[in-house]
């Protein structure tokens, strides 16, 4: 069965702070991680990552893709509280229109 | 602009009472799926439709019906809702279907008592 875990499940941090968050998978005929941004409202787009070891970057988001260790982190720098939100990651399979999406890590940034 | 778009965004409604959740997008797009979110499971797919005419079933998708008629319309149908049911529905498209970037609508909270 296909998974995909997410850690922490929460985080809670100060403005400025730098973050990580964890993303394991364990999929058959892996293609694709795909990191998600929801704040209270629809999951919006912010990584997609196929190649081990290149980072993908947009402003003080980052990512990079461990297709050895079957794992992804997604860096947030000099957090702002516009941040705060749950972080996605899902993983999607060749042969398979059904992603696995892992339950999310809640960030919540206090000015 | 480039969007997905759903309706209604919020339903209260009775056990055993049909309802359809419409679900248009813009984009052309040949993929398209529904998911609904609950607190600790995450997003989970109902159903998922690569073309016109072609659905299948993702991973929950007892009680709830599609149609895929229209390219860019995906409506999602509960004949006989039950409070299990009670959710929030996201529906989604992408060009090449969830190994690529998906586009999701707003969602709609969906209450049944």
């Known amino acids: 069965e296909d998974k995909v875990v997410q850690s922490p499940l929460s985080l809670v941090v100060h403005e400025g702070d730098t973050v990580t968050l964890n993303c394991s998978y364990e999929v058959t005929n892996f293609r694709s991680l795909l990191w998600y941004k929801q704040e209270k409202k629809a999951p919006t787009f912010l990584f997609m990552l196929t190649s081990s070891g290149i980072e993908k970057k947009s402003g003080r988001l980052s990512s990079i893709l461990d297709k050895k260790e079957l794992f992804s982190i997604l860096n947030i720098t000099a957090t702002q509280t516009g941040d705060s939100a749950v972080y996605l990651c899902a993983a999607g399979s060749g042969g398979s229109y059904i992603p696995t999406f892992g339950r999310g890590t809640s960030l919540i940034v206090h000015p | 602009e480039a969007q997905v778009t759903q309706n209604p965004r919020y339903l209260i409604t009775v056990t055993g009472k049909k309802l359809t959740v419409t679900c248009s997008q813009n984009m052309n797009h040949e993929y398209m799926s529904w998911y609904r979110q609950d607190p600790g499971l995450g997003l989970r797919q109902i159903y998922y439709s690569m073309n016109v005419e072609v659905t299948d079933k993702g991973d929950v998708p007892e009680g709830y019906k599609v149609s895929r008629k229209e390219k860019r319309n995906f409506p999602l149908i509960l004949e006989s809702p039950s409070p299990n049911q009670t959710s929030l529905y996201f529906c989604?498209?992408?060009?090449?279907?969830?190994?690529?970037?998906?586009?999701f609508g707003p969602g709609t909270r969906l209450t049944v008592t």
């Open positions: 989604a498209s992408s060009s090449g279907g969830p190994v690529y970037e998906q586009y």
